[in-house]
């Protein structure tokens, strides 16, 4: 086999597992929405107790995606959020046909700009600059916009000395916008690496699914790597490996258990302790009160 | 630089560089440096044949080079894992380039890979962490580095070693967001639509001119750098010898600002209404 062929197999995982708005269960006469099927342990659970128990599988704790708006809505305080750079559409740096429109649908559809939201917020009274990837825009593909945004969000927290918490999610690079994409893992690194120079704490919280391009940047370079119970976290496709090595994987390959196990991810917390976990890592980030350890 | 070349297509051009007897940095390196003295290992884990790096001579200035190989023959490819890094391979390149840092030595990336390695050891020893540690940190890099693609540069496994204060190609040489192939099944669902994928992904040297990613275009041997691998790399040493001497005048500030701008720059995007 040619090695580049390992990329014929890459197209079942992207058309069963992350097509752009397919729901993963699309192999059963049940209709769209009503039941909730784990990718993870197969297991069908009806709809509304799924989203009732915080899109989380009841039975394995599989943390499933939640829309930007929702991942807001239970991790920041309430109406502290002052979006940045609302407005920022991407172009079409390549001439890639359809983009254009494609981009003009799921804008429609999605009511994002593109995606990733990013802002600065307060946790529990604690300024942050918050970024968060939607994986219903395009698998939160890296393109123009996710890049800009992202490196003017570390820009703005590096110039206000604000921490950086990030809720990842991405299929990686966005392929429609060619190497202008791959360019975006520069720049997020790079603006990350600023901020890190100025001393700033920066989380990251992997979300389902973390991996490609956004993998190999921004997401892998937290001072603390914070992940949800379940979610897929890797760099290459599972399936263009397992084309690679012929043979089925072990279930929890790439899952956050298996980053942490390998020494990637510092901590997996359960959605429900997101928001708590998160202010406690910030206030452990402020200076010692004045006269901590004096003697009297 | 001929016309007839400027236009050739990206389809053409993967021919080119898939041609047995296309020269590698195995071939190139006692062309250009002198004394390499090759280094080994990322101090963690083992050795990386993917990745070959040391310290030469050019032309009397004392360098880092840093390398991507394939293989020119079965078992030279059975050794470097056909120019696919595994992620020890990127923290040996890192090692190096910090050392170049400390000895205040220029760092050469010759880059050649069609991306990578995606298995279950390259995962497991976090591949993805890897690539990212490596882009961050070549970016605040306190020495110049000069990156010159050779024949593939391919995906988040080039661009690692493309964090650079020049991008340089060579004429036939492409530069991607992944393989034409990996595109073609992506978008197309059909791997074998990969000439048609290289003609639309703008990955020549010239494309990537245009879109400011790549700086300058280093030209081969007429009918490409298998035809006269001696030629290129006297063509790559003369661009080589035009780059120290430009970036290694630059004070830091300008060099690290140049660096992070000419990343931070790119990207398509409007805003549709101006900012309060």
Known sequence: MQLEDLFSVVKTRFNNEFGDSEPRHGKTDIPKGLIFKCPRCSNNTFMEDFTANGKVCPRCNYHSRLTAAERLDITIDKESLVEFDKEMISKNPIDFPDYGKKQAELREKTGLKDAVITGRATIRGEKIVIIVMDSNYMMASMGSVVGEKIARAFEYATEHRLPVIAFTASGGARMQEGIVSLMQMAKTSGAVGRHSNAGLLYITVLTDPTTGGVTASFASLGDIIIAEPKVLIGFAGRRVIEGTIKQKLPDDFQSAEFMLENGFVDMIVERKKMRRTLAHLLKLHKPAPKGALSDE | MNNANNAMPASKKLDIIRTIGRPTVRDYIPMIFDDFFEMHGDRQFRDDGAILG????????????IAQVKGRTLDENKQCNFGMPHPEGYRKALRLAHQAEKFHRPVICLVDTAGAFCGVDAEKRGQGEAIARSIMEFMELKTPVISIILGEGGSGGALAMCVCDELAMLENAIYSVISPRGFASILWKNAEREREAADIMHITADDLVSLKVCDHIIKESEGGAHT???????????????????NLQKGLDEMLNGRYNRFRTIGEFEETVPQA
């Open chain 2, 54 to 65: 040391g310290v030469a001579y050019f032309k009397g200035v004392p360098v880092t080079v």
């Open chain 2, 228 to 246: 006269d691998p001696e030629q290129t790399a006297e063509y790559i040493s003369e661009y080589i010898f035009e780059a120290l001497k430009r």
